[in-house]
Protein backbone atom coordinates (compact mmCIF):
# COMPACT_ATOMS: atom_id res chain seq x y z
CA UNK A 1 0.00 0.00 0.00
CA UNK A 2 3.16 2.54 0.57
CA UNK A 3 2.33 2.76 -3.48
CA UNK A 4 -0.54 4.40 -3.43
CA UNK A 5 -1.15 8.21 -2.70
CA UNK A 6 -3.55 10.63 -1.68
CA UNK A 7 -5.61 12.68 -4.14
CA UNK A 8 -7.33 15.88 -3.72
CA UNK A 9 -11.05 15.79 -3.38
CA UNK A 10 -11.73 18.21 -6.06
CA UNK A 11 -9.08 16.91 -8.12
CA UNK A 12 -10.52 13.43 -7.91
CA UNK A 13 -13.91 14.65 -8.77
CA UNK A 14 -13.28 16.40 -12.17
CA UNK A 15 -11.63 13.15 -13.46
CA UNK A 16 -14.24 10.70 -12.05
CA UNK A 17 -16.85 13.13 -13.90
CA UNK A 18 -14.61 13.31 -17.25
CA UNK A 19 -14.78 11.47 -20.51
CA UNK A 20 -11.10 10.22 -19.38
CA UNK A 21 -12.88 7.68 -17.34
CA UNK A 22 -11.45 3.98 -19.22
CA UNK A 23 -13.21 1.69 -16.59
CA UNK A 24 -14.91 1.91 -13.33
CA UNK A 25 -16.16 -0.88 -10.91
CA UNK A 26 -18.16 -0.37 -7.71
CA UNK A 27 -17.35 -2.54 -4.12
CA UNK A 28 -13.60 -3.02 -4.58
CA UNK A 29 -11.75 -4.01 -1.13
CA UNK A 30 -8.15 -3.07 -1.29
CA UNK A 31 -5.57 -5.66 0.49
CA UNK A 32 -1.45 -4.85 1.25
CA UNK A 33 -0.36 -8.27 0.41
CA UNK A 34 -2.46 -11.20 2.05
CA UNK A 35 -3.76 -8.87 4.51
CA UNK A 36 -6.77 -6.98 4.93
CA UNK A 37 -6.72 -3.45 5.09
CA UNK A 38 -9.30 -0.46 6.50
CA UNK A 39 -10.14 0.56 2.94
CA UNK A 40 -12.65 -2.27 2.83
CA UNK A 41 -15.14 -0.98 -0.10
CA UNK A 42 -14.96 1.57 -2.74
CA UNK A 43 -15.69 2.79 -5.92
CA UNK A 44 -12.19 1.93 -8.41
CA UNK A 45 -11.82 4.56 -11.79
CA UNK A 46 -9.25 3.16 -14.20
CA UNK A 47 -7.15 5.91 -16.79
CA UNK A 48 -4.72 5.76 -19.13
CA UNK A 49 -1.99 6.63 -16.29
CA UNK A 50 -3.73 5.50 -12.45
CA UNK A 51 -6.11 3.92 -10.99
CA UNK A 52 -7.87 5.49 -8.87
CA UNK A 53 -9.70 4.21 -5.71
CA UNK A 54 -12.79 5.65 -3.59
CA UNK A 55 -13.86 4.84 -0.18
CA UNK A 56 -18.16 4.72 -0.15
CA UNK A 57 -18.23 5.58 3.46
CA UNK A 58 -15.88 8.44 3.31
CA UNK A 59 -15.93 10.56 -0.39
CA UNK A 60 -12.74 12.41 1.47
CA UNK A 61 -10.92 8.94 1.41
CA UNK A 62 -9.15 8.82 -2.12
CA UNK A 63 -5.94 7.66 -3.08
CA UNK A 64 -4.27 6.58 -6.55
CA UNK A 65 -1.65 4.25 -8.02
CA UNK A 66 -0.14 5.09 -11.05
CA UNK A 67 0.11 2.92 -13.37
CA UNK A 68 4.24 2.66 -14.21
CA UNK A 69 4.24 1.42 -10.67
CA UNK A 70 2.72 -1.95 -12.04
CA UNK A 71 5.14 -5.02 -12.72
CA UNK A 72 2.58 -7.66 -13.30
CA UNK A 73 -1.10 -8.39 -12.54
CA UNK A 74 -2.45 -12.09 -11.92
CA UNK A 75 -6.39 -13.17 -11.92
CA UNK A 76 -7.21 -15.26 -8.95
CA UNK A 77 -10.76 -16.77 -9.64
CA UNK A 78 -11.81 -17.89 -6.27
CA UNK A 79 -14.68 -19.93 -5.54
CA UNK A 80 -16.50 -20.89 -2.38
CA UNK A 81 -17.67 -17.52 -1.68
CA UNK A 82 -14.62 -15.71 -1.67
CA UNK A 83 -14.49 -12.52 -4.11
CA UNK A 84 -12.50 -12.54 -7.29
CA UNK A 85 -9.25 -10.98 -7.18
CA UNK A 86 -6.41 -8.98 -9.07
CA UNK A 87 -3.00 -9.32 -7.95
CA UNK A 88 -0.80 -6.36 -9.07
CA UNK A 89 3.25 -6.57 -8.40
CA UNK A 90 4.54 -3.15 -8.13
CA UNK A 91 7.53 -1.40 -7.86
CA UNK A 92 9.64 0.83 -5.47
CA UNK A 93 7.16 3.60 -4.64
CA UNK A 94 7.64 7.26 -5.47
CA UNK A 95 7.87 9.34 -2.51
CA UNK A 96 7.06 8.73 1.33
CA UNK A 97 3.60 10.58 0.98
CA UNK A 98 1.43 7.19 1.32
CA UNK A 99 -1.16 5.96 3.13
CA UNK A 100 0.86 2.78 4.87
CA UNK A 101 4.26 4.70 5.08
CA UNK A 102 6.26 0.89 5.17
CA UNK A 103 4.98 -2.50 3.34
CA UNK A 104 6.91 -5.65 3.65
CA UNK A 105 5.44 -6.54 0.28
CA UNK A 106 5.49 -5.75 -3.37
CA UNK A 107 1.86 -6.45 -4.25
CA UNK A 108 -1.62 -5.80 -3.81
CA UNK A 109 -4.90 -7.03 -4.10
CA UNK A 110 -8.29 -5.90 -5.45
CA UNK A 111 -11.05 -7.78 -4.73
CA UNK A 112 -13.98 -7.50 -6.54
CA UNK A 113 -16.74 -8.05 -3.93
CA UNK A 114 -19.36 -7.47 -6.53
CA UNK A 115 -17.98 -9.21 -10.12
CA UNK A 116 -16.68 -7.60 -13.07
CA UNK A 117 -12.73 -8.46 -12.73
CA UNK A 118 -12.30 -10.07 -15.50
CA UNK A 119 -13.46 -7.44 -17.92
CA UNK A 120 -11.85 -4.77 -15.40
CA UNK A 121 -8.81 -6.83 -15.44
CA UNK A 122 -8.77 -6.78 -18.78
CA UNK A 123 -8.92 -3.23 -19.56
CA UNK A 124 -5.95 -2.64 -16.95
CA UNK A 125 -3.47 -4.85 -18.64
CA UNK A 126 -4.50 -3.14 -22.14
CA UNK A 127 -3.75 0.37 -20.35
CA UNK A 128 -0.61 -0.94 -18.41
CA UNK A 129 0.60 -2.29 -22.36
CA UNK A 130 0.58 1.11 -23.45
CA UNK A 131 2.46 3.00 -21.62
CA UNK A 132 0.76 6.05 -22.51
CA UNK A 133 2.83 7.68 -18.90
CA UNK A 134 6.08 7.70 -20.95
CA UNK A 135 3.91 11.04 -23.47
CA UNK A 136 1.53 12.02 -20.74
CA UNK A 137 2.84 14.16 -17.59
CA UNK A 138 2.40 12.90 -14.49
CA UNK A 139 1.98 14.00 -10.97
CA UNK A 140 3.55 10.83 -9.86
CA UNK A 141 6.74 11.40 -11.47
CA UNK A 142 7.39 14.65 -10.05
CA UNK A 143 6.31 14.49 -6.91
CA UNK A 144 9.15 14.41 -4.81
CA UNK A 145 12.83 13.71 -6.12
CA UNK A 146 14.70 11.09 -4.06
CA UNK A 147 17.54 11.50 -2.60
CA UNK A 148 20.64 9.36 -3.99
CA UNK A 149 22.37 7.29 -1.17
CA UNK A 150 25.33 5.88 -2.17
CA UNK A 151 27.28 4.10 1.09
CA UNK A 152 25.85 1.57 3.97
CA UNK A 153 23.04 -0.07 4.48
CA UNK A 154 21.02 2.00 2.60
CA UNK A 155 23.27 2.19 -0.65
CA UNK A 156 23.20 -2.04 -0.30
CA UNK A 157 19.62 -1.99 -0.18
CA UNK A 158 19.21 0.30 -3.18
CA UNK A 159 21.26 -1.70 -5.40
CA UNK A 160 19.17 -4.68 -3.70
CA UNK A 161 16.34 -2.62 -5.27
CA UNK A 162 17.21 -1.32 -8.63
CA UNK A 163 17.97 -5.57 -9.77
CA UNK A 164 14.73 -6.43 -8.29
CA UNK A 165 13.37 -3.81 -10.82
CA UNK A 166 15.48 -4.73 -13.19
CA UNK A 167 14.32 -8.02 -12.84
CA UNK A 168 10.47 -6.94 -12.91
CA UNK A 169 10.96 -5.12 -15.98
CA UNK A 170 12.26 -8.51 -17.79
CA UNK A 171 9.60 -10.80 -16.19
CA UNK A 172 6.98 -8.11 -18.00
CA UNK A 173 8.69 -8.79 -21.48
CA UNK A 174 8.35 -12.20 -21.33
CA UNK A 175 4.50 -11.77 -20.75
CA UNK A 176 4.18 -9.70 -23.38
CA UNK A 177 6.24 -11.88 -25.89
CA UNK A 178 3.68 -14.84 -24.64
CA UNK A 179 0.82 -13.03 -25.22
CA UNK A 180 2.30 -12.19 -29.15
CA UNK A 181 3.02 -16.24 -29.13
CA UNK A 182 -0.52 -16.62 -28.11
CA UNK A 183 -1.93 -14.61 -31.29
CA UNK A 184 0.31 -16.33 -33.65
CA UNK A 185 -0.91 -19.61 -32.40
CA UNK A 186 -5.15 -18.55 -33.04
CA UNK A 187 -3.41 -17.40 -36.77
CA UNK A 188 -1.89 -20.66 -36.89
CA UNK A 189 -5.41 -22.33 -36.38
CA UNK A 190 -7.02 -20.45 -38.97
CA UNK A 191 -4.64 -21.21 -41.33
CA UNK A 192 -4.68 -24.73 -41.47
CA UNK A 193 -8.90 -24.59 -41.47
CA UNK A 194 -8.17 -22.30 -44.75
CA UNK A 195 -5.31 -25.00 -46.00
CA UNK A 196 -8.14 -28.10 -45.13
CA UNK A 197 -11.04 -26.36 -47.62
CA UNK A 198 -8.57 -25.88 -50.30
CA UNK A 199 -7.31 -29.46 -50.16
CA UNK A 200 -11.09 -30.74 -50.03
CA UNK A 201 -11.88 -28.79 -52.91
CA UNK A 202 -9.06 -30.47 -55.17
CA UNK A 203 -9.90 -34.17 -54.66
CA UNK A 204 -9.56 -34.73 -57.71
CA UNK A 205 -5.67 -34.42 -57.57
CA UNK A 206 -5.54 -35.93 -53.77
CA UNK A 207 -6.83 -39.14 -52.69
CA UNK A 208 -9.79 -39.02 -50.29
CA UNK A 209 -7.63 -40.95 -48.08
CA UNK A 210 -5.32 -38.30 -48.49
CA UNK A 211 -7.39 -36.11 -48.29
CA UNK A 212 -8.91 -37.26 -44.64
CA UNK A 213 -5.50 -37.93 -43.25
CA UNK A 214 -4.47 -34.29 -43.87
CA UNK A 215 -7.12 -32.57 -42.51
CA UNK A 216 -7.31 -35.06 -39.26
CA UNK A 217 -3.69 -33.93 -39.02
CA UNK A 218 -4.39 -29.91 -39.48
CA UNK A 219 -7.21 -29.82 -37.47
CA UNK A 220 -6.03 -31.51 -34.11
CA UNK A 221 -3.35 -28.28 -33.88
CA UNK A 222 -6.18 -26.58 -32.49
CA UNK A 223 -10.15 -25.35 -31.93
CA UNK A 224 -10.84 -22.67 -34.01
CA UNK A 225 -11.55 -20.07 -31.64
CA UNK A 226 -11.85 -21.83 -28.10
CA UNK A 227 -14.75 -20.67 -25.88
CA UNK A 228 -13.06 -18.39 -23.13
CA UNK A 229 -14.87 -16.89 -19.66
CA UNK A 230 -13.87 -13.12 -20.60
CA UNK A 231 -16.41 -13.33 -23.72
CA UNK A 232 -19.13 -15.41 -21.89
CA UNK A 233 -19.48 -12.87 -18.97
CA UNK A 234 -20.38 -15.23 -16.28
CA UNK A 235 -19.52 -18.82 -15.07
CA UNK A 236 -22.87 -20.54 -16.15
CA UNK A 237 -22.89 -19.25 -19.49
CA UNK A 238 -19.08 -20.33 -19.90
CA UNK A 239 -19.89 -24.08 -18.70
CA UNK A 240 -22.42 -24.45 -20.94
CA UNK A 241 -20.67 -23.65 -23.79
CA UNK A 242 -17.29 -25.32 -22.83
CA UNK A 243 -19.81 -28.33 -22.22
CA UNK A 244 -20.80 -28.26 -26.09
CA UNK A 245 -17.34 -27.28 -27.22
CA UNK A 246 -16.01 -30.54 -25.04
CA UNK A 247 -18.97 -32.32 -26.43
CA UNK A 248 -18.26 -32.02 -29.98
CA UNK A 249 -14.82 -32.35 -29.54
CA UNK A 250 -14.47 -35.75 -27.84
CA UNK A 251 -17.39 -37.00 -29.56
CA UNK A 252 -15.35 -38.66 -32.31
CA UNK A 253 -12.55 -39.88 -30.12
CA UNK A 254 -15.34 -41.72 -28.07
CA UNK A 255 -16.68 -43.48 -30.42
CA UNK A 256 -12.69 -44.49 -31.44
CA UNK A 257 -12.15 -45.42 -28.25
CA UNK A 258 -15.49 -47.75 -27.09
CA UNK A 259 -17.71 -44.99 -25.87
CA UNK A 260 -15.98 -44.13 -22.68
CA UNK A 261 -13.45 -42.34 -21.66
CA UNK A 262 -11.66 -41.07 -18.09
CA UNK A 263 -12.01 -37.61 -17.72
CA UNK A 264 -8.21 -37.35 -17.19
CA UNK A 265 -7.29 -38.44 -20.59
CA UNK A 266 -10.62 -36.02 -22.05
CA UNK A 267 -8.41 -33.19 -19.89
CA UNK A 268 -5.34 -33.87 -21.90
CA UNK A 269 -6.74 -33.79 -25.27
CA UNK A 270 -9.26 -30.74 -24.61
CA UNK A 271 -5.99 -28.95 -23.64
CA UNK A 272 -3.72 -30.02 -26.32
CA UNK A 273 -6.79 -29.18 -28.80
CA UNK A 274 -7.58 -25.67 -27.21
CA UNK A 275 -3.99 -24.90 -27.65
CA UNK A 276 -3.01 -21.69 -25.42
CA UNK A 277 -6.50 -21.13 -24.28
CA UNK A 278 -6.26 -23.75 -21.53
CA UNK A 279 -8.94 -24.70 -18.88
CA UNK A 280 -8.72 -25.71 -15.73
CA UNK A 281 -9.84 -29.42 -14.53
CA UNK A 282 -12.85 -27.62 -12.25
CA UNK A 283 -14.18 -25.96 -15.10
CA UNK A 284 -13.83 -29.03 -17.20
CA UNK A 285 -15.76 -31.28 -14.38
CA UNK A 286 -18.33 -28.57 -14.06
CA UNK A 287 -18.91 -28.16 -17.47
CA UNK A 288 -19.20 -32.17 -18.26
CA UNK A 289 -21.99 -32.08 -15.18
CA UNK A 290 -24.32 -30.23 -17.57
CA UNK A 291 -23.74 -32.47 -20.66
CA UNK A 292 -27.04 -34.41 -19.75
CA UNK A 293 -29.06 -31.49 -18.98
CA UNK A 294 -28.26 -29.95 -21.96
CA UNK A 295 -29.02 -33.08 -24.36
CA UNK A 296 -25.29 -33.07 -25.55
CA UNK A 297 -24.31 -36.69 -27.23
CA UNK A 298 -21.78 -37.34 -24.00
CA UNK A 299 -22.43 -36.75 -20.49
CA UNK A 300 -20.71 -37.91 -17.20
CA UNK A 301 -20.25 -40.91 -15.12
CA UNK A 302 -19.18 -41.55 -11.92
CA UNK A 303 -17.97 -45.17 -11.07
CA UNK A 304 -18.87 -46.84 -7.14
CA UNK A 305 -15.19 -45.98 -6.92
CA UNK A 306 -15.05 -42.53 -8.00
CA UNK A 307 -13.26 -42.97 -10.71
CA UNK A 308 -15.06 -40.60 -13.37
CA UNK A 309 -15.22 -40.77 -16.89
CA UNK A 310 -16.51 -39.36 -20.06
CA UNK A 311 -19.25 -41.56 -22.26
CA UNK A 312 -21.50 -41.57 -24.96
CA UNK A 313 -24.89 -41.56 -23.93
CA UNK A 314 -25.58 -44.59 -26.02
CA UNK A 315 -23.14 -46.30 -24.02
CA UNK A 316 -25.75 -47.19 -21.01
CA UNK A 317 -24.83 -49.96 -17.70
CA UNK A 318 -26.36 -52.74 -19.60
CA UNK A 319 -24.11 -51.93 -22.54
CA UNK A 320 -20.81 -52.16 -20.37
CA UNK A 321 -22.25 -55.02 -18.51
CA UNK A 322 -22.97 -57.08 -21.67
CA UNK A 323 -19.81 -55.80 -23.10
CA UNK A 324 -17.88 -57.30 -20.38
CA UNK A 325 -19.59 -60.32 -20.39
CA UNK A 326 -18.75 -61.52 -23.82
CA UNK A 327 -15.11 -60.86 -23.40
CA UNK A 328 -14.91 -63.25 -20.16
CA UNK A 329 -17.16 -65.76 -21.93
CA UNK A 330 -13.98 -66.28 -24.81
CA UNK A 331 -11.50 -66.14 -21.56
CA UNK A 332 -11.05 -65.51 -17.87
CA UNK A 333 -9.02 -62.30 -17.61
CA UNK A 334 -7.34 -59.71 -15.20
CA UNK A 335 -7.79 -56.29 -15.89
CA UNK A 336 -4.75 -55.46 -18.35
CA UNK A 337 -5.78 -58.73 -20.68
CA UNK A 338 -9.51 -56.78 -20.86
CA UNK A 339 -7.92 -53.34 -20.84
CA UNK A 340 -5.80 -55.06 -24.15
CA UNK A 341 -9.02 -56.32 -25.71
CA UNK A 342 -11.34 -53.69 -25.58
CA UNK A 343 -8.53 -50.77 -26.29
CA UNK A 344 -9.41 -48.80 -23.19
CA UNK A 345 -7.28 -47.63 -19.98
CA UNK A 346 -7.16 -50.43 -17.47
CA UNK A 347 -8.62 -47.92 -14.86
CA UNK A 348 -11.48 -48.23 -16.95
CA UNK A 349 -11.17 -51.88 -17.69
CA UNK A 350 -11.26 -52.36 -13.98
CA UNK A 351 -14.29 -50.26 -13.32
CA UNK A 352 -16.22 -52.87 -15.92
CA UNK A 353 -15.11 -55.88 -14.25
CA UNK A 354 -16.54 -54.67 -10.98
CA UNK A 355 -19.40 -53.44 -12.39
CA UNK A 356 -19.93 -56.66 -13.94
CA UNK A 357 -19.11 -58.29 -11.07
CA UNK A 358 -21.82 -56.55 -9.00
CA UNK A 359 -24.19 -57.05 -11.16
CA UNK A 360 -23.67 -60.77 -10.76
CA UNK A 361 -22.57 -61.81 -13.97
CA UNK A 362 -19.22 -62.54 -13.02
CA UNK A 363 -16.51 -63.29 -9.84
CA UNK A 364 -13.19 -63.35 -9.09
CA UNK A 365 -10.11 -65.05 -8.35
CA UNK A 366 -7.40 -63.33 -6.06
CA UNK A 367 -4.19 -65.61 -5.70
CA UNK A 368 -0.32 -64.61 -6.04
CA UNK A 369 -0.94 -64.08 -9.78
CA UNK A 370 -3.01 -61.14 -8.98
CA UNK A 371 -6.74 -60.87 -9.48
CA UNK A 372 -8.70 -62.39 -12.64
CA UNK A 373 -12.28 -62.46 -13.38
CA UNK A 374 -14.08 -65.30 -14.66
CA UNK A 375 -18.11 -65.37 -16.05
CA UNK A 376 -20.79 -66.22 -13.55
CA UNK A 377 -21.82 -69.87 -14.38
CA UNK A 378 -24.33 -69.97 -11.48
CA UNK A 379 -26.11 -67.21 -12.88
CA UNK A 380 -25.41 -68.51 -16.67
CA UNK A 381 -24.35 -71.63 -17.10
Same mark, same amino acid.
Given at each position: ?25 ? *? $? ?30 ? @??? %???? &???? $? ?13 ? $? ?76 ? =? ?18 ? %? ?42 ? *? ?10 ? =? ?6 ? =? ?11 ? %????? $? ?26 ? &? ?18 ? *? ?8 ? @? ?8 ? @??? %? ?17 ? @? ?13 ? &? ?10
Amino acid at each position: MNRFAWVDPQNANKLVNSSDVVAKQA *T $VRLYDGEEKTPFDSGTLYLFNTQLIWIDDQDS @TCI %MSLH &LSLI $VLTEEHRTGSGRSPK $VVLYLNAPFANVQPVQVSDVDFVKLSFRNGGMVEFSRRLSDQISRKRWDTVDSPAHTAVPRREIRTGIAGIERNIQAQ =QTSASMHISKAFEDLNSLMK %MAKETVGLSKSIVAKVKNRQGEITDDETTQLKSYLLSLGVDDPV *TRDVCGNDNVYH =QKLAKEVS =QLMTKPLEESGGL %MTLTD $VYCRVNRARGFELVSPEDLLRACRQMKN &LGLPTELRVFDTGVIALELR *TISEAVLVER @TKEALNKAPM @TAE %MFAKALGVSVVLAKEMLFL @TEKRGFACRDESMEG &LRFYPNRFVEP
